[in-house]
């Protein structure tokens, strides 16, 4: 688990992205586009088949468009699982936030115990906060539906 530099706490939010040609990545951009292809896939595929029996040619270059990428896929994932990675941290406690790519040292931590006991006071508060606003609507809930059935 990563060390925030700035106050050495441990409550570390973390996202991970790929660098291709000095562009960045997100792994849910990239997997939605694995998706995308996926379902282009599928799509031409069963388009191809509904095609053959009108236009047999139509029908097969669909079908052979569909599976050339499914292959793609691998291509494509393999591709990515080389690049390297790159991990965004975010420390919750004091809001810092810091890049590391893979295989950089950790950054150098310096323990600040009074920025790590104000952003738990912090998370505290508004765990209270959202509690008491999660029972203000229950009660809300309650009092309608108590409503509706006096009616
Ligand atoms: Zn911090």
């Known amino acids: 688990m990563a060390e925030c530099p700035n106050c ?5 939010s973390e996202e991970t992205s790929y660098i291709s040609k000095g562009y960045e990545t997100s792994e849910s951009a990239y997997y939605r586009s694995v998706i995308f292809i996926g379902l282009l896939a599928i799509g ?3 388009w191809g088949v509904t095609q053959i029996s009108n ?4 029908g097969i270059a669909l079908i052979l468009i569909g599976i050339t990428l499914v292959f793609l896929i691998p291509v ?4 990515y699982w080389s690049l390297p990675v790159r991990y965004k941290f975010k ?3 004091c809001g810092y936030s810091w890049k590391m790519d893979e295989g950089e040292a950790q950054p150098e931590v310096t ?3 009074e920025l790590i006991a104000k952003g738990e006071d912090r998370i505290a508060k508004q765990q209270q906060q959202a509690a008491a ?3 203000a609507n229950m009660d ?5 539906m108590h409503q509706k059935k006096k009616k």
């Open 8 to 12: 050495g706490g441990y409550r570390v």
């Open 76 to 79: 494509q994932l393999r591709k």
């Open 44 to 46: 031409l595929i069963i």
């Open 133 to 135: 606003q999660w029972k």
């Open 111 to 113: 323990v600040r115990p």
């Open 55 to 58: 236009t047999t040619i139509s």
């Open 91 to 93: 420390c919750v406690l």
């Open 140 to 144: 809300y809930y309650h009092f309608v």
